[in-house]
């Protein structure tokens, strides 16, 4: 089994592809995803229809990880995520927390500032 670094390394990886099923095939089918200024969101279906709701219309995905460390199943990356869409883009930089278990995620915690990435959705 690979070690739970490589595994996140994968799983920042496939986001560029943007393929759903793909991106949760790393994640348990009781994962939490847990935006920290949101609510967490529980279970694979669950996950991916919310990745679903903030990816569409997308053009591309990138997640530039900065800094990886690794402790046992836990993995920390610094990381800033771009979301491409026709009219715009957005860069939001993140903090992601991630718990590994038997080669899947079973929980993924993303810090960023909300703020930050709806003044570069909506700007005024």
Sequence with gaps: ?????????????????????????????????????????????AIKATIAGFTAGLDRVEFEVRNNAADGNMVLNERVDRFFWPERTIELPVMGTFEVSDGVITAWRDYFDLNQFTSQLNPG
């Design 1 to 45: 089994m690979e070690p739970p670094l490589e595994t996140v390394t994968r799983f920042c990886e496939a986001w560029t592809r943007l393929d759903l099923d793909e991106i949760v095939s790393f994640l348990s089918e009781d994962a939490v995803y847990h935006n920290m200024p949101l609510d967490p969101v529980t279970g694979r279906a």
